[in-house]
């Protein structure tokens, strides 16, 4: 096990800057979720457009550096782009925790792919993957709940 | 055996975690166990197993003596007044739904109100919070002051004639708040009202008299006195565990079955359904053993002290907060760290070998109150040293190095 | 492994008895644990051991998953559709009793029935009977007929719009009869009524599937299944475990606990109030393995072989009544003898190292109507040969010596 | 362990033949009992006379050799003896099972004294003393119970 893995610099940095916090506008999506176990907590606000584009992505929420950069980096990588991609990212993002595959999507920047990849290093941790998949699981409640609008 | 090695006795410590030994604060989670219980488990399998009380084979006779011992050696342990008052169950959690549930049935009715604190553990609130669905109970929390402690005068001010029961913890599993138990139960016998004490954490580090406190309920989880999993046990004076109905039904706690009635075993038989955890049991014997040879007195003394040398160091730590300051603390230190989450100090701390516990600890409602979702926990265990204290401090150190803070 | 030298893989049966080599027929009591499953309890205890679930340092880690990967092991060796309907309870009386009274609570309501048998064991009535006394329903039992089996026109004849819960055995402790279950599923199905199998004696001897077998809830003792004490499992259909209320309250099985509400996690973990049995789960799992590795289908065929023996062997004996003779039979031969009391009986075999029950084995409805207030038992496990029902019937010979009978 | 010892002559001859079956004519005290885990029951009746003397004294019950051996004895040998030396016999019997002492009452014949002192076998099988000392348990209960007349 690798802490240096787990708490890298872009983990920090988000975990310590969380980028999209807070309500964002007109949000029509929302979903809640919580480890009853540690008391994290995290509640995922997103604006989804006629377009089927998430115009607006935030999140409110506490717990630790793991599940503060996980939100962090799912807003600041969904935010802005179609639902399906979306959708697709999460599932890619969930499989590469739970079955140790790699990030490739052809239509993320390779920034994009480092910075979600740095997530990577949770394979290690089996008891914080929760912390890291809390957000997207919260994420894909919402969008399936029917629009509040 | 003394204390300053007893780590030998424990072959938990022989293995090492991530390269490092193992620096175990978790007790108060659960306790390792000294070799003694294991061996007793294991050859109690091998050359006396069989089932308890129902048989009269030399296997099922041996079996059945040492059950009996065992509760024997718990009565003696407590100082319990009769063999009668000590139930075996699976643990503090079922002690405390026995009792929340056959007190509960035959006395609760709506309106009655049940005196907690904001200290408890979720074991002994969820078990009330039924009553509250079912009956229409109400539950009152006395406050935690700002040392984390739960004051007498708090609790007196809350009893009411509506008062039915009182359920507080020995010793609080955050703050680490030895709560007036005594004058709790002096204040309660002038009103009639039963006081049941959440001793899960009380009995693994305190010397624990059930004559001297007076108490009606007192519930243990074995397991983290040195013994093994799945059992616990349900202290009660014999008055109620007289007039209380049983609350699981099933072989052994029966007087007579028929079609149409059922009668019920006196007590402690009423209260045991089923077969029993007879291996666990006798192993428990040897937990407790092991405590006599050491004596809980010098138990506390030694946890006290390296608790004493931990808050001092910790506090000369400027990230860190220590979560209460009671009066009375046993053996356990919460903390919180400026800009380092719990979840992520355990991590860190883990990777030096050290074992913590973040969470809320089951103990949301204080968490809620204290306005943190989470808190870190170094919890004592007799092998622990002030050794493992100063291991504790550097691995925190790593944890500030790692988050740059 | 081999069937015909699987004594030597049980420690048990190194000591003598009373000078003389163990011969036990007692396994419906409980049965005695093989080496493996005992070491595993060891060294979990030794090398792994930590609360699980609660902590995420490593100990707490591996602990869990071994505790987690037991309920796969579980679910698999069940093959229910999923690991979610596997809850650990403290034994078959436990699961039994968290269903009446979570089901109970929702679902019953006066004048409602349940339908068990006359077959049932204590832990399968006492628990509904408290529904009785609790809700006013009533409890129906289907008779037993002359062979000492529940026929399903029985139970058809019994069922009605008012039935809301059919509670049967698997395979009678007393009689030995295998019970029709996938017909009374099947029966069951049509009406709407959910089906409980107290599976305590089903388990151990026969090859079971939750799929196949379609009940709503089945309840097993692990200690029976060649596991260590203390430890139980309770089968429920997920739709059902998603409707009932949690049984024990406590740590773990919470979602979010404020002062004024409390809500609860999903299904397993509601029903699992507390520290749970992880040394114990994990050492089930070795049980699960010895078993497999032998295999269910030969286990069956081995003991039905040894009491078909014994059957005869004791048929010819014409002191003896066998109680019971059902066409589908496991692994229990109850039995009366003209002059001698099964105390006796039991007594005195014991001298001879045979270990056999005497009572009515919590079966005292059946043994009402049987007119008989107690008998014998001989019982099978896995390790044992035709050889011990030759010591059995020596030891009996023994008996009308002592008697004069 | 002896199985001779427990199974004595006598022991087999009162639970062949008990003495004091049934219900002695007007009886004024009783009272039952049985063991849950094995089903064996006893009801003990008694008749208490002016003069505090036991002038009738009958069980009804059923179970092993052992406890119907001891209610045929106990009849049989405190039928017509005074309630103060019944309650003094019935002591010494349960102590001779609990502590081993032996059975030395003066006003009890010989063979009285040898006949319940037969029951000292069960001392050495833990199991079978409750049904041994059941029936005078029971005795003592009937006793202590308010006269029916
Ligand atoms: C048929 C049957 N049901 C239920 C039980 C109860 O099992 P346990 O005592 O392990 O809870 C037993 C065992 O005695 C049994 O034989
Ligand atoms: C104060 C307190 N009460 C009750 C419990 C519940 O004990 P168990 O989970 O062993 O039933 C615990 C342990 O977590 C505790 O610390």
Not at chain 1, 14 to 25: D, F, L, Q, S, W
Not at chain 1, 138 to 147: D, G, M, N, R, V
Not at chain 2, 105 to 126: A, M, P, Q
Not at chain 2, 177 to 183: D, M, R, T
Request: charged share 25%; net charge positive; hydrophobic share 35%.
């Amino acid at each position: 096990m690798d802490l240096k893995e787990l708490y890298q610099e872009i983990i920090l940095d988000h975990a310590k800057n969380p980028r999209n916090k807070g309500k964002c506008n007109g949000y029509n999506h929302d979903a809640k979720a919580h480890n009853p176990l540690c008391g994290d907590k995290v509640h995922i606000y997103a604006k989804l457009d006629q377009d089927k584009n998430l115009s607006g992505l935030s999140f409110e929420g506490e717990g630790c550096a793991i599940s503060l950069a996980s939100a962090s980096i799912l807003t600041d990588t969904l935010k802005g782009r179609d639902l399906q991609f979306s959708k697709k990212v999460t599932d890619d993002f969930l499989s590469m925790l739970k079955n140790k595959s790699k990030i490739t999507l052809n239509s993320l920047s390779e920034d994009q792919v480092t910075t979600i990849s740095s997530l990577s290093g949770v394979q290690q941790f089996p008891m914080r993957i929760k912390c890291a998949t809390m957000a997207w699981h919260t994420l894909l409640a919402a969008l399936e709940k029917k629009s509040k609008l | 055996m003394n204390i300053k090695n007893i780590k030998s006795e424990f072959p938990i410590f022989k293995q090492k975690i991530n390269g490092k030994p193992l620096v175990y604060l978790d007790s108060a989670n659960s306790s390792q166990k000294p070799q003694t219980v294991i061996n007793r488990l294991s050859n109690f399998y091998e050359t006396e197993f069989s089932n308890v009380g129902r048989s009269v084979h030399s296997l099922a006779v041996k079996a059945t003596n040492r059950f009996e011992d065992a509760r024997d050696k718990v009565k003696d342990y407590l100082n319990a007044k009769e063999r009668e008052e000590i139930i075996f169950t699976k643990g503090a959690t079922e002690s405390i739904n026995l009792v929340a549930s056959s007190y509960g049935e035959r006395f609760i009715k709506e309106g009655d109100e049940i005196l907690i604190t904001e200290l408890e553990h979720h074991s002994n609130y969820v078990p009330w919070h039924f009553l509250r669905q079912k009956k229409g109970a109400k539950i009152k929390f006395a406050s935690v002051n700002e040392n984390g402690e739960v004051e007498i005068d708090e609790i007196k001010k809350l009893i009411n004639s509506k008062t039915k029961m009182i359920a507080i913890t020995h010793l609080s599993n955050v703050t680490g708040a030895i709560l007036p138990i005594k004058k709790v139960v002096d204040l309660a016998k002038e009103k009639n009202i039963p006081v049941l004490v959440d001793g899960t954490q009380g009995a693994p580090h305190l010397k624990i008299d059930m004559q001297e406190l007076g108490c009606d309920f007192y519930a243990i989880s074995c397991h983290k006195m040195y013994g093994p999993n799945g059992l616990g046990i349900l202290y009660a004076k014999k008055k109620w565990l007289e007039k209380l109905p049983p609350y699981q039904g099933g072989g052994g706690m029966i007087s007579e079955v028929l079609k149409d009635n059922i009668t019920f075993a006196s007590t402690p038989t009423k209260f045991e359904a089923g077969t029993m955890q007879t291996a666990e049991v006798v192993a428990f014997s040897e937990a407790i053993k092991f405590i006599e040879k050491l004596g809980i007195k010098n138990i506390q003394t030694h946890e006290n002290e390296v608790m004493e040398y931990g808050i001092e160091k910790l506090k000369k730590n400027n990230s860190i907060s220590i979560i209460g300051n009671p009066k009375e603390r046993g053996s356990v230190i919460c903390f919180s760290m400026k800009g380092i989450h719990p979840h992520d100090i355990a991590t860190i701390l883990d990777e030096d070998g050290v074992a913590i516990r973040a969470g809320h600890h089951c103990c949301q409602v204080l968490h809620d109150k204290l306005g943190i979702p989470a808190t870190a926990r170094a919890s004592l265990g007799v092998y622990n040293s002030k050794d493992d204290i100063d291991k504790l401090s550097e691995a925190i150190d790593n944890c500030k190095k790692i988050f740059k803070v």
